[in-house]
């Protein structure tokens, strides 16, 4: 579990194909302090540390996590946020984060405000009931808050602290982004999805 506040970011440093997998050498700050099997957020995207080596460690992502994220356009010098595993003893200043990417989404405007930044992002149109205004959304592992919902779409606000420290510093039009949706939010979905089919069912 994660709490969408980045720590620092990491620098792809190889990509190696193995199979239908890709393994990644990755560069970072806190490589040197993560232990083999350790879960950590790489753009939002949990995976588990294989090897650790000074300041760089490796992790790989099978078929699955490629297919549902933007981990294939990885490629050397990409830099990307990472998160370690939250503790039970520490605040949760963003919000519930699993690290299970659900989608991905484009961006596809973007705007400088003097001294902050907005992005508006489209997302597949049966996320669309996931996104409420206000409401929490993780992209690329960054906690942040959507609004101005258009009816694929959304904007999410960038303060300077988070565009400076993060690789949303990064990001223009077309830019694919890794995003999660509020775990509360589709359990509900989920809840009533199941209660409307079993509510159909008796009335046929």
Known sequence: M????????????????????????????????????????????????????????RVTAIEETLNKTNLRNWKQNTKINIERCMQLNARLDGHMV?????????????????????????????CLHLIIEKGSVCINGISLTAFDLKFNSFKIAIIPYTYHHTNVNALK?????NIEFDVIGKYLARFREVFQQTTHKYQV
């Open 98 to 126: 699993q690290g299970h990417v659900d989608a991905m989404a484009f961006c596809i405007a973007s705007e400088e405000k003097q001294g902050s930044w907005e992005y508006r992002f489209q997302v597949p149109s049966e």
């Open 2 to 57: 994660f709490t969408g506040i980045i720590e620092t970011t990491g620098t792809v440093e190889s990509v190696e194909q193995i199979g239908t997998n890709l393994s990644f050498w990755i560069a970072s700050p806190v490589s040197s302090e993560l232990k083999i099997d350790q879960s950590v957020s790489h753009d939002g995207v949990c995976l588990t540390v294989e090897a650790v080596a000074e300041n760089r460690h």
């Open 173 to 177: 039009n077309g830019s694919m982004v």
